[in-house]
């Protein structure tokens, strides 16, 4: 199995043309190995936030593999490089897919961030239905950016862990920074996947399959949690279309 693939620049982030099934099997090749390897599901909010934060716009691209998580970003990257991307690549189902795979090879996962009852439950979650998965560590998120002496005890634990993998979920952007910045430190695949923690814990539900085809996603998010999401989605939503507009009618190449 070839662990290559393309990549497409959109505004800042390069965008891997992949689908659900190669995206797992690189991930489950450099996983086998234990080698170093970023992943992130990077949907708008992620993609306007490389284009505001100078500090991810200068890191995002060391992640190694970065899937189209929305329906936008995917529409974007057929309209601009004519790719017939047939799907997204959301973060929640490729992780499904990616435990599928390990668990068929008995790979070792460790879950890295969010509160302990959502890892509780996520653990619960993917001994039931994966259980030659062996989750080897878990570490509630500090919510808060790690000491130098305490990033050195994690990557220490995680690596003494023999993960093969490492699930990410700290939201975007902070599991994107930790990932990029793990890189070469931590030997396992990094995946930034975000609100996969909730999902499949059950802690959140996720939007009805038609609004996901449609991206509406986000409005079904913004119901859920409005008073923590509105700024979110009005400010990026309203970037995207901007730049998406500006690109297209301009005939230029979608890069900054």
Same mark, same amino acid.
């Given at each position: ?5 393309? !990549?497409?620049? +959109?505004? @800042? %982030?390069?965008?891997?043309? &992949?689908?659900?099934?190669?995206? $797992? ?36 691209? !060391?992640?190694? +593999?970065? @899937? %189209?998580?929305?329906?936008? &970003?995917?529409?974007?990257?057929? $309209? ?117 923690f909730d999902f499949h814990a059950g802690t959140l539900k996720q939007a009805p399959n038609w609004m996901q085809g449609m991206g509406l996603e986000w409005l079904y998010r913004l119901f859920q949690e409005p008073k923590r999401l509105w700024k979110r989605y009005l400010l990026t939503n309203s970037m995207f279309i901007y ?14």
């Amino acid at each position: 199995m070839s662990s290559t693939f393309r !990549k497409y620049k +959109l505004f @800042v %982030p390069e965008y891997a043309d &992949v689908d659900y099934n190669s995206a $797992s099997e690189i991930i489950i090749d450099y996983a086998s190995k234990r080698n170093s390897f970023g992943v992130s599901a990077l949907a708008v909010h992620g993609l306007i936030e490389s284009l505001v934060n100078v500090e991810l716009r200068d890191v995002i691209n !060391k992640i190694d +593999l970065i @899937v %189209p998580d929305g329906q936008p &970003v995917r529409w974007a990257l057929n $309209s601009f490089y004519k790719l017939g991307m047939k799907e997204r690549v959301y973060g929640p189902e490729l992780t499904l897919w990616v435990l599928k795979k390990a668990n068929i090879e008995g790979l070792s996962v460790y879950l890295y961030g969010s509160t302990e009852d959502t890892l509780t439950k996520l653990n619960a979650f993917i001994q039931e239905e994966f259980p030659n998965v062996v989750i080897c560590g878990m570490h509630i998120d500090r919510f808060r950016d790690a000491s130098d002496e305490e990033d050195k005890e994690d990557i220490e634990k995680i690596n003494e862990s023999k993960a093969n993998i490492v699930l990410v979920g700290r939201g975007c952007p902070r599991q994107e920074f930790w990932v990029a910045d793990h890189k070469g430190k931590v030997n396992a695949v990094m995946m930034a996947v975000g609100a996969a923690f909730d999902f499949h814990a059950g802690t959140l539900k996720q939007a009805p399959n038609w609004m996901q085809g449609m991206g509406l996603e986000w409005l079904y998010r913004l119901f859920q949690e409005p008073k923590r999401l509105w700024k979110r989605y009005l400010l990026t939503n309203s970037m995207f279309i901007y730049y998406y507009l500006k690109f297209k009618l301009l005939k230029k190449d979608p890069s900054l």
